[in-house]
T-cell receptor, first 112, second 113 residues
Framework: GESVGLHLPTLSVQEGDNSIINCAYSNSASDYFIWYKQESGKGPQFIIDIRSNMDKRQGQRVTVLLNKTVKHLSLQIAATQPGDSAVYFCAEGTGTASKLTFGTGTRLQVTL | DAGVIQSPRHEVTEMGQEVTLRCKPISGHNSLFWYRQTMMRGLELLIYFNNNVPIDDSGMPEDRFSAKMPNASFSTLKIQPSEPRDSAVYFC???????????FGQGTRLTVV
C-alpha cells in the first residue's frame, strides 16, 4: 500500500554495504522507540525497539542508536540485502499502551 | 498463527455510502489499534482498545467514524457517510498490553469515489 508523505526521503545503498537510516523525534517524554519496516502492499513489520533509558540496542544485522540530547534515533543495517528494500518508519511511544506516533518514513533502495 | 486478519483487502464505494472494515486480532492479544495511512499524513492512530474497551479515540477524525470491539477476537471500523477524503489504507494492529511490539494486518485499501 501507499507508505508515506509526498516528500519521502530515499536512501540508496549498494548490496553488501551498511545502511544508516535516521529519524528525529519530537517528544522528549517518550518511553520507547521502535523501528518498523513496510514493504509494498503490506502492513508495517516490527524490527527492533529501544527503551528511553538505553542508548544502543542490537538485533540480528540491525542496531538502533538513541541520542536523547538531540532527540535523534538511527537504524543501522549491516550487509544490506535486496530484501531490505522497503520504507522504514521510526515510532515513539509513551506509557504501557503501545500507542505509537509514527514518523514520515525513509525509503531504502538496495542496488545490486 | 495467521496474524492480524483484515477484510476486505480492497473496498471501492461511492460517496455517501456506509463502509465497514473488519479486523481479527491475534489470539491472546488484548490491545487493538486502528491506523490510517495516506500519502499526505502518513500513519495516524485513530483509536485503540484495551481488553475490548476503547481507551483513546482522539485520533478519530469526525463523528462519521466509529469503532467497536464486541469481543476479544473482532473489531470493526465504520465510516458513515463516506467521503472521498476518507480514501486511504486502514490498518488494524494488535499487541499484548505493556508489550511494545504491535503486529499489523495487511490493511484495507479504501477508495471513495
Amino acid at each position: 500500500g501507499e507508505s508515506v508523505g509526498l516528500h519521502l526521503p530515499t536512501l540508496s545503498v549498494q548490496e553488501g554495504d551498511n545502511s544508516i537510516i535516521n529519524c528525529a523525534y519530537s517528544n522528549s517524554a517518550s518511553d520507547y522507540f521502535i523501528w518498523y519496516k513496510q514493504e509494498s502492499g503490506k502492513g508495517p513489520q516490527f524490527i527492533i525497539d529501544i527503551r528511553s533509558n538505553m542508548d544502543k540496542r542490537q538485533g540480528q544485522r540491525v542496531t538502533v542508536l538513541l541520542n536523547k540530547t538531540v532527540k535523534h534515533l538511527s537504524l543501522q543495517i549491516a550487509a544490506t540485502q535486496p530484501g531490505d528494500s522497503a520504507v522504514y518508519f521510526c515510532a515513539e511511544g509513551t506509557g504501557t499502551a503501545s500507542k505509537l506516533t509514527f514518523g514520515t518514513g525513509t525509503r531504502l533502495q538496495v542496488t545490486l | 498463527d495467521a496474524g492480524v486478519i483484515q477484510s476486505p483487502r480492497h473496498e471501492v464505494t461511492e460517496m455517501g455510502q456506509e463502509v465497514t472494515l473488519r479486523c481479527k486480532p491475534i489470539s491472546g492479544h488484548n490491545s487493538l489499534f486502528w491506523y490510517r495511512q495516506t500519502m499526505m499524513r502518513g500513519l495516524e492512530l485513530l483509536i485503540y482498545f484495551n481488553n475490548n474497551v476503547p481507551i483513546d479515540d482522539s485520533g478519530m477524525p469526525e463523528d462519521r467514524f466509529s469503532a467497536k470491539m464486541p469481543n476479544a477476537s473482532f473489531s470493526t471500523l465504520k465510516i458513515q457517510p463516506s467521503e472521498p477524503r476518507d480514501s486511504a489504507v486502514y490498518f488494524c494492529a494488535s499487541s499484548v498490553f505493556r508489550n511494545t511490539e504491535a503486529f499489523f494486518g495487511q490493511g484495507t485499501r479504501l477508495t471513495v469515489v
